[in-house]
C-alpha cells in the first residue's frame, strides 16, 4: 500500500524560508514525484515535478527561482526548498506519486497523495 506524509510546513513572514518533506513507502521503484499546492477557493495547482532517474525537474512559473525540488532516494523522500515566500504562497502542499499520461501539472493524472501540509506566508 502506497503512504505519501508531508511535513515541514509552519507559519513565516513573507521573505522567509521553508523546507517541506514528502516521505513515501510501499514503492521501490522510481517514479515521478510531484509537489501541488490549494488554496481556499482554488483549484489544486501544480508547483515542481521531478522525474525518475535523473530526467529532470521542472517548476510552475508562479515560484521558479524560489522553489528547489529535490529527492533522496535512499530515504524515500522528496524535498521542496522554498525561498523568499510571499503571502500568495499560502495554502495547503500535498506530494504526489505515479502520474499518468498527461500534463504533470494535472492533478487529475496523479495516482498517490498525502495528507498535506499547511504553509502560511504573512505580510
Known amino acids: 500500500q502506497v503512504r505519501l506524509v508531508e511535513s515541514g510546513g509552519g507559519s513565516v513572514a513573507a521573505g522567509g524560508s521553508l523546507r517541506l518533506s514528502c516521505t513515501s513507502t510501499?514503492?521501490?521503484?522510481?517514479?515521478?514525484e510531484a509537489w501541488f499546492r490549494q488554496a481556499p477557493g482554488k483549484e489544486r495547482e501544480g508547483v515542481a515535478v521531478?522525474?525518475?532517474?535523473?530526467?529532470?525537474?521542472w517548476y510552475s512559473d508562479s515560484v521558479k527561482g524560489r522553489f528547489t525540488a529535490s529527492r533522496d532516494n535512499a530515504k524515500n523522500t522528496l524535498y521542496l526548498q522554498m525561498n523568499n515566500l510571499k503571502p500568495e504562497d499560502t495554502a495547503m502542499y500535498y506530494c504526489a506519486a505515479d502520474v499518468q499520461v498527461g500534463r504533470w501539472a494535472d492533478a487529475a493524472n496523479w495516482n498517490y497523495w498525502g495528507q498535506g501540509t499547511q504553509v502560511t506566508v504573512s505580510s
Open positions: 521531478s522525474y525518475a532517474g535523473g530526467s529532470g525537474t
Open positions: 510501499g514503492y521501490t521503484r522510481e517514479i515521478p
